[in-house]
């Protein structure tokens, strides 16, 4: 199975700072990996697929990287609505797996 | 685009429980779909994959689901179904059903339903 890393498990951010999530998988996925949020008790978000593209209705301020093993997600300007947790998903080899999630919450 | 989930109920250890995905707003029949479950306090785990007509309704499964759990479809009636026996304690989660295609990463777990309750528990 691949394995997802995310780095760090959660962070402490104030409204507009720069946040960064890392992602790393065990083995090359190309760019077959999504960028999800999830706030508590409601379902998970599509941000980023294709490693890199944008989610239609997404705001601009989040924007995906990487290819093989190694992805990004960054957030330009952290707004209020932004404090959640984040998820990536390999989707190109059985079983996908999705990273452990990384928390963002206010500083 | 809406999948809302049900048949999330509390079930024992040993037991049953089919959980339904209703389908709107695109054309069900030309999108694989999937099952992704969230432990309490957990983070998610993929449970399963149904393909399209066009893949012969083939399907994907976890190793921890596979040969307890079922995953079918009714084009028909828009639906995805989750046959989930010999249910554990381990299998207590939300389920969430989603949407995907064939086309990789454009169509890869788009949308969400708003997922229902699995509690397996004595």
């Known amino acids: 199975d691949i394995q997802m890393t995310q780095s760090p498990s959660s962070l402490s951010a104030s409204v507009g700072d720069r946040v960064t999530i890392t992602c790393r998988a065990s083995?090359?996925?190309?760019?077959?990996l999504g960028w999800y949020q999830q706030k508590p008790g409601k379902a998970p978000k599509r941000l980023i697929y294709?490693?890199?593209s944008l989610q239609s209705g997404v705001p601009s301020r989040f924007s995906g990287s990487g290819s093989g093993t190694e992805f990004t997600l960054t957030i330009s300007s952290l707004q209020p609505e932004d404090f959640a947790t984040y998820y990536c998903?390999?989707?190109?080899?059985?079983?996908?797996?999705f990273g452990p999630g990384t928390k963002v919450d206010i500083k | 685009v809406q999948l809302v989930e049900s048949g999330g109920n509390l079930v024992q250890p040993g037991g049953s429980l089919r959980l339904s995905c209703a389908a709107s707003?695109?054309?069900?029949?030309?999108?694989?779909m999937e099952w992704v479950r969230q432990a309490p306090g957990k983070g998610l785990e993929w449970v399963g994959r149904?393909?399209?007509?066009?893949?012969?309704?083939?399907?994907e499964y976890a190793a921890s689901v596979k040969g307890r759990f079922t995953i079918s479809r009714d084009d028909s009636k828009n639906s995805l179904y989750l046959q989930m026996n010999s249910l554990k304690t381990d299998d207590t989660a939300v389920y969430y059903c989603?949407?995907?295609?064939?086309?990789?990463?454009?169509?890869?777990?788009?949308?969400w339903g708003q997922g229902t309750m699995v509690t397996v528990s004595s």
């Open positions: 989603t949407r995907s295609d064939s086309s990789g990463s454009v169509g890869a777990f788009d949308s």
């Open positions: 707003g695109f054309t069900f029949s030309d999108h694989y």
């Open positions: 149904a393909r399209d007509k066009a893949n012969g309704y083939t399907t």
């Open positions: 083995q090359g996925i190309r760019h077959d």
């Open positions: 294709a490693a890199s």
């Open positions: 998903l390999q989707h190109t080899t059985y079983p996908f797996t």
